[in-house]
């Protein structure tokens, strides 16, 4: 058990690394991850029923000391990245199955990453963790009205069928998790150790069957795309950080927003493009899983020897998360 604990350890630590590296060698090497396609929804939801496994108590507990802050964490991370998504989605004109994969990313709530990175930064992790369960929780309704508000210009959408997809793939996952833990807390107990093993599993087989089955896709609008996904991305951090700026959050909690709003749930993203849209439409959700794990880190690593800077800081701090 020990050695799976090590492993596991390493594996979330290196998260950023491992999801650069399989990206490349699904574009490298198409045939070997293309059949993982079909199986996006479940990998999705494995990483979803990890969730479930380790939610407590512990992580609501911003809700009811700081309310405030988690709203309008969620509040920012629901309206900031749609809106960003559509602005550069119309904005810049682009084709409308890549315009509909930008929406998609960034009607998505929040990565689970996002907590890694608010605790690598010394941010407020309790908050981040709480704006990312909240709005993981909400998703099921919130997505799809917001796809289907900002994704219509471009292509048809189904507020139906994307929400029972949404609820397959994450909700009920999360609550045969929590119900799991509830019966087997000692096994759980156990085993919760190896689940950011299961999650970076997850997220790179995602992301390898997306760009290995995109592949002539990416060599003709890749440029594009990433230039599109790095805006989003440093769109969504400059807001967050803004936002709980003026509405004046301490500095560990505007980090966390900041962090939180700029990092999404990519795939989610991925997964409802390929099961209701195109494998194209899927291509900036993958992108966006690569790029927000190195500028996260990039992010987190400044933040935090700033901080050490400014030792005088009370920034709150919390245990890093294992999902």
Same mark, same amino acid.
């Given at each position: 058990?020990? =050695? ?13 690394? =491992? ?7 699904? +574009?490298?090497?198409?045939? $070997?991850?293309? =059949? ?5 929804? /479940?990998?999705? &939801? #494995?990483?979803? +029923?990890?969730?479930? $496994? ?11 000391? %700081? ?8 509040? *920012? ?14 904005? $810049? ?29 010394? &941010?407020?992790?309790?908050?981040? /963790? ?18 289907? $508000?900002?994704?219509?210009? =471009? ?47 997850? #997220? ?29 991305? &440093? ?16 500095? *560990? ?53 700033? %901080?050490? %800077? ?8 919390? %245990? /890093?998360?294992?999902?």
């Amino acid at each position: 058990m020990e =050695w799976i604990k090590k492993i596991s350890g390493f594996a979330g630590q290196t998260f950023g690394l =491992w999801v650069i590296v399989f990206a490349v060698l699904g +574009f490298s090497f198409p045939g $070997l991850f293309s =059949w993982i396609s079909s199986y996006i929804t /479940i990998f999705l &939801g #494995i990483i979803m +029923f990890g969730m479930g $496994l380790t939610l407590q108590a512990d992580d609501f507990k911003e809700l009811f000391r %700081k309310p405030w802050h988690v709203v309008i964490g969620v509040f *920012a991370q629901f309206t900031i990245m749609p809106l960003a998504a559509f602005g550069l989605a119309f904005g $810049l004109h682009l084709p409308a199955e890549i315009a509909v994969g930008v929406v998609l990313v960034g009607c998505c709530p929040g990565g689970t990453a996002s907590n890694v990175m608010t605790f690598l930064a010394k &941010g407020n992790t309790a908050l981040s /963790i709480a704006v990312t369960t909240i709005s993981t929780l909400l998703a099921p309704v919130l997505t799809p009205v917001l796809i289907m $508000l900002f994704a219509k210009e =471009w292509l048809p959408v189904s507020f139906g069928s994307l929400f029972v997809s949404i609820i397959q793939a994450v909700l009920l996952p999360i609550v045969l998790g929590v119900i799991v833990k509830l019966f087997f807390k000692k096994q759980v107990a156990q085993a919760v150790y190896a689940l950011p093993l299961v999650s970076v599993i997850g #997220i790179v087989a995602i992301v390898s069957a997306v760009v290995s089955g995109n592949r002539e896709h990416l060599l003709q609008s890749g440029l594009l795309i990433f230039s599109v996904v790095i805006l989003h991305n &440093g769109v969504g951090y400059l807001l967050g950080y803004l936002t709980a700026k003026l509405f004046r959050m301490d500095y *560990a909690s505007q980090k966390a927003i900041a962090i939180e709003v700029g990092i999404q749930n990519s795939g989610l993203g991925a997964a409802i493009a390929t099961a209701h849209f195109s494998p194209l439409s899927a291509v900036p959700s993958a992108i966006f899983s690569v790029w927000h794990n190195l500028s996260g880190s990039i992010l987190a690593t400044y933040w935090s020897k700033k %901080k050490e %800077k400014n030792s005088a800081g009370k920034d709150e701090t919390a %245990k /890093i998360p294992l999902s």
